[in-house]
């Protein structure tokens, strides 16, 4: 990342459409489907309106260190096709503006967490924001490939954080639920990055297809996939969660290994295709839905 911002023909005055376009909406669903999930299969009950301000700060923090992900990488996006029409790149907004939005989303979420809440939540959702914003944009991903390895980090918080505003507790069950979608997100990240690897390599980012090459990144998405489905079924071995969740792990585990056993001995690609990456991607968003999803019909019939 460079101090210029990517260049722009005309600066054009931000719309409130730029603005939430800077929180990813699209991955703000998933977390905070994931952290709804976490609120609702944690034992014990809060109320609903401290459930709501509980997902709203997961929600907000989310948006902020998108936010401040996107002003730090602002002349990366300018190089890449997906990222290319994204505020800061296409000039609707200036990066200054960026930056302040997502450090007064990162702010307010972790103050209101902790004075409407708990501050051990609140504690963990700015580490979540530090983790995403800084260790992950600022310092692994143009740095080394196993960026999205160690960087999953990021994305895996939020059920952990919705657990926790429950109980006020850390416990076994959360920190696996952090490891499932930890174990999750390389799979399904390389399995885009195959199919966007010259985006990539353009923007000089040295995301695992474009640095060790595409046989070892498909090597290791089979790998990682055969871990997941191990992980999946740990709440279900532990004892904290029933069969309805244990089943469900099963065989939607089964199925993301299936899936991505073509991708991982695929050796050489004849067309541009790349149908069995594009169908693990889709299927690993789906995943976690249905995952998720089962754990918390498991807690509703268990209760």
Not at 17 to 29: C, G, H, I, Q, Y
Not at 142 to 165: D, E, S
Request: hydrophobic fraction near 55%; aromatic fraction near 10%; charged fraction near 15%.
């Amino acid at each position: 990342m460079t101090a210029t911002a990517a260049p722009a023909a005309t600066q054009l005055p931000a719309e409130w459409r730029d603005f939430f376009a800077l929180t990813k909406p699209r991955v703000m669903s998933l977390v905070v489907f994931t952290g709804l999930c976490g609120l609702l299969a944690a034992p014990g009950a809060i109320h609903p309106v401290l459930g709501f301000t509980t997902i709203l700060c997961i929600a907000m923090g989310a948006g902020g260190a998108a936010a401040l992900n996107q002003w730090w990488e602002s002349d990366i996006d300018a190089k890449m096709k997906r990222t290319s029409k994204r505020p800061l790149p296409a000039g609707r907004m200036r990066r200054e503006d960026a930056r302040d939005f997502g450090m007064l989303l990162s702010g307010a979420s972790v103050m209101i967490m902790g004075l409407a809440i708990h501050w051990l939540p609140a504690l963990v959702l700015a580490l979540s924001i530090a983790y995403y914003a800084v260790i992950y944009t600022m310092w692994l991903k143009p740095r080394t490939p196993q960026n999205i390895v160690i960087g999953g980090g990021a994305g895996a918080f939020p059920p952990l954080i919705g657990w926790i505003a429950v109980t006020n507790e850390i416990t076994a069950m959360p920190l696996l639920l952090f490891a499932i979608i930890f174990i999750w997100t390389p799979p399904h990240f390389w399995a885009l990055a195959l199919f966007v690897k010259t985006d990539y390599a353009e923007a000089g980012i040295p995301m695992m297809p474009v640095v060790k090459g595409e046989k070892s990144t498909r090597r290791q998405v089979l790998y990682y996939s055969v871990a997941l489905l191990v992980t999946a079924l740990l709440p279900w071995a532990i004892g904290g969660t029933g069969a309805i969740y244990g089943v469900s792990a099963l065989v939607l585990s089964a199925v993301f290994v299936a899936l991505s056993v073509p991708v991982g001995l695929r050796s050489t690609v004849a067309d541009d295709s790349m149908k069995p990456e594009k169908r693990l991607f889709a299927y690993s968003v789906l995943y976690l839905f249905a995952l998720f999803t089962a754990l918390v019909a498991d807690r509703m019939v268990l209760s």
